[in-house]
C-alpha cells in the first residue's frame, strides 16, 4: 500500500466506494465521475502505477474481473469498452493502475 494514493486507501478501507466485485487480489468500484451509464474501475490490490508494471497473471486477473463486472452490469452483450490510462498525457489522475469498464450506451471512436 501507498500511503498517499487514493486507491490504496479504498482497498485498505479508509476511503468509502460502491463496490461492484471483489476478489483476493482485485476491486472493482463505480466512479465517482461517471462517463457512461456503465463506469466501473478495476485495481489490482496491490500498488503498481502503470498497466505496462503489472505481471501477467495480475494483469490477466484484472481483465477477468472487468469481464465479470461487464457481465454483472448487463453490458457484455451489447458491448463495452476498457480503458487503461497510463501516464499525464493520456489522461492518468491516480497513478496506480486501473481498468476502466464503460458501456450502457453506443460509444464513439476516436474516443478523444
Known sequence: ?????LFCRIVAGEVPARVAHETDNVLAFH????????????????????????DPATAGEVLQAAHQVAKAEGIDEDGYRLVFNTGRDAGQTVFHVHCHVLGGRPLAWPPG
Open 1 to 5: 500500500m501507498t500511503a498517499d494514493c
Open 31 to 54: 466512479d465517482i465521475n461517471p462517463q457512461a451509464p456503465t463506469h466501473v474501475l478495476v485495481i489490482p490490490k496491490e500498488h503498481f502505477r502503470a498497466a505496462g508494471d503489472m
